[in-house]
């Protein structure tokens, strides 16, 4: 395929000046300061309410509770303020026992603006609840604890640092006060208790801040041949690969099925309209990304840990993602990707290192990032070998005599494989990476998960993609 827009050379410091758009200055997300508030009101109720609608949030489920905003020793009450649950899967029964917030101020209220500035409504990502330790639930892989939103707000500033376009956020600590407590519950609801959260910025506010005049809505998105450059779009796959996040789709042509369908072009990216015209994604959303929650409980069901030395799932994890960009973009696309991220380098261990992180959240996010960096800093790491011949079969044996996983049709080209463990005249024996989840559903394909297996060798080679841009 042939995206629109493609860049030349001559084009790049130009471009990659205009990744950052204009950004007024918001006194708000630019602290860095953790924010403090109380938060009282009728949770139970509120959460009682969502319950009983699981399908999509009722704005009259919202209930009247007190904001305390302490700043400076300074407190500010804000009565009459409106809480109502948001997302989307977080709300599901096992997923978060607290869910995620949003708390709108009364534009009446002269004193919340003067703190406040122009956020008067609070989109909170909470701490979801109490689970020990990096336990994550079944269903959609959260972690549980207070530990998620210091890690998912450490994702936003890193992709930030590293001129990823995406929603800004601000740490806060808030204390949760019940006016309908139970006696039962734990913590005890009968008494305050403080916990770990953020603010994330509002997607209009982030639009204006991005110097955007619009969205492309879903409904209207068609696809990223379409609608976007290659190297913006190149830089929003990369950015979620460095922080093992699985949980976005952009449609990238017309017939593109990977992880999206017809009702979702576009999951957890934003696609803005600037004011030259030009439509740029904006990522956001990363609470069950690999860098907040420390693994992926799906992982045996799509990749072999085997493939890197080390068997580290985030390493993994990232080299499936960068990978799969060589089966969207052409090599000059990606080399001037990868040289974008590379000037960052440094601007992205400085946020790790600054970062309120708990210990494991740190190596965890470490290890994502050194794995992303390693993986791009060279051609003859990223250019690892790839099937680049169609048609071709997986072989149990040397002698091509048992087929393996035939059911899913032959290897897609593009899929990575290992440096060979063992060859013939004809053939050689890989550990396959699947990075177009040839083999994840319906069923998993155990013996590409597993270990190796017998390829052709003609019909694989580090020469992918072949030109400057991509034909497909």
Not at 39 to 57: D, H, M, S, W
Not at 64 to 77: M, P, Q, S
Not at 262 to 268: C, I, M, V
Request: include cysteine.
């Amino acid at each position: 395929m042939v995206f629109r827009g493609f860049i030349t050379v001559a084009l790049l410091t130009l471009l990659l000046g205009a990744t950052q758009l204009p950004d007024p200055d918001n006194a708000f997300f630019s602290s860095h300061e953790a924010l403090s508030l109380r938060l009282e009101g009728p949770f139970n109720q509120l959460f009682a309410r969502v319950a009983q609608n699981q399908k999509k949030i009722d704005p009259s489920s919202a209930v009247t509770g007190k904001l305390t905003i302490t700043e400076r020793g300074h407190d500010t009450v804000i009565d009459g303020v409106q809480i109502a649950v948001r997302g989307h899967t977080n709300r599901r029964p096992g997923e978060c026992a607290f869910p995620k917030l949003k708390v709108t101020v009364p534009s009446s209220q002269t004193a919340a603006r003067a703190v406040l500035g122009d956020q008067m409504v609070l989109k909170i990502a909470t701490h979801c609840g109490e689970a020990p330790g990096e336990t994550i639930s079944r269903k959609y892989g959260r972690l549980q604890n207070e530990h998620s939103p210091l890690r998912e707000a450490f994702a936003y500033r890193l992709l930030e640092a590293v001129g990823v376009p995406t929603l800004r956020a601000r740490l806060a600590r808030i204390t949760y006060v019940y006016t309908d407590p139970k006696s039962t519950e734990m913590p005890d609801q009968r008494q305050p208790f403080v916990r770990n959260a953020f603010i994330i910025e509002d997607d209009d506010d982030a639009v204006a801040r991005l110097g955007g005049t619009r969205q492309i809505k879903e409904r209207s998105f068609t696809n990223a041949h379409d609608q976007f450059t290659a190297f913006d779009t190149a830089v929003a796959a990369l950015g979620q690969a460095m922080i093992g996040n699985f949980d976005w789709c952009l449609k990238m042509t017309r017939d593109d099925a990977y992880r999206c369908n017809a009702r979702h072009p576009l999951w957890n990216v934003l696609a803005v309209v600037g004011a030259d015209g030009r439509t740029r994604p904006v990522i956001y959303d990363f609470d069950v990304s690999g860098i907040v929650t420390g693994h992926h409980w799906w992982f045996k069901d799509v990749y072999n840990d085997a493939f890197v030395k080390s068997k580290s799932h985030p390493a993994v994890e990232v080299v499936g993602q960068v990978q799969r960009t060589r089966t969207l973009f052409g090599r000059q696309d990606l080399d001037d990707a990868r040289a974008h991220f590379m000037r960052k380098k440094s601007d992205a261990y400085h946020v790790l290192d600054s970062a309120k992180l708990d210990p494991t959240g740190r190596r965890v996010a470490r290890e994502y990032l050194d794995a992303f960096y390693n993986e791009i800093a060279s051609d003859d790491v990223f250019y690892r070998p790839a099937v680049v011949v169609g048609g071709l079969r997986l072989y149990a044996d040397a002698s091509q005599t048992n087929t393996v996983c035939s059911a899913m049709g032959p290897v897609s080209v593009g899929t990575v494989v290992s440096e060979p463990l063992d060859t013939t005249d004809s053939m050689m024996r890989v550990i396959v990476l699947d990075t177009v989840w040839q083999w994840a559903t319906p069923k998993p394909c155990a013996a590409i998960h597993d270990g190796p297996v017998w390829i052709r060798r003609a019909g694989v080679s580090r020469d992918y993609p072949t030109g400057s841009s991509l034909t497909r």
